[in-house]
């Protein structure tokens, strides 16, 4: 009995940008599903906050707020990160909303938003990884 195994090259050389191409759509995946979440949680006056949300990539602007005019002091940073992701907010409040003060309770919408899906990431990532082999294997 004789076993015959044929690879194509083509497809084997591409595996590499493949099983890249899937991390980034599970990273992209899973931070959106984050601030499609948080959005629908976030506390709601002028709409201003849940319109702020949004997913921030590598080499983006960062989602820091100067409470002082543009020094490095006093910056605050709502957000959470997905990998090479982050979810987040640059309003002055968004802290405030989030983790509460001395005199307003917190309301948080993020935080939950992050734990509810965070488990998605690794799950996206093994169904993308094992799919693009699969297709490379073919």
Do not use: C
């Not at 099983?19 to 599970?26: D, F």
């Not at 307003?104 to 693009?132: G, Q, S, V």
């Amino acid at each position: 009995m004789s076993v015959s195994v044929t690879i194509d090259a083509k497809k084997l050389m591409a595996l590499p940008g493949a099983i890249a191409k899937a991390r980034e759509q599970a990273l992209e995946d899973t931070a959106g599903k984050i601030d499609r979440d948080a959005k629908r949680s976030a506390p709601v006056d002028t709409g201003r906050l849940r319109s702020s949300l949004h997913v921030e990539r590598p080499g983006e602007t960062s989602y820091a707020y100067s409470w002082n005019g543009g020094s490095d002091e006093g910056k605050i940073e709502v957000t959470v990160g997905v990998g090479e992701r982050a979810v987040g907010s640059n309003v002055e409040y968004a802290a405030a909303q989030e983790f509460g003060t001395m005199r307003n309770r917190a309301r948080p919408y993020l935080i939950p938003a992050y734990h509810k899906n965070r488990h998605l990431l690794k799950e996206r990532m093994i169904k993308r990884t094992n799919d693009a082999i699969r297709k490379a294997t073919k």
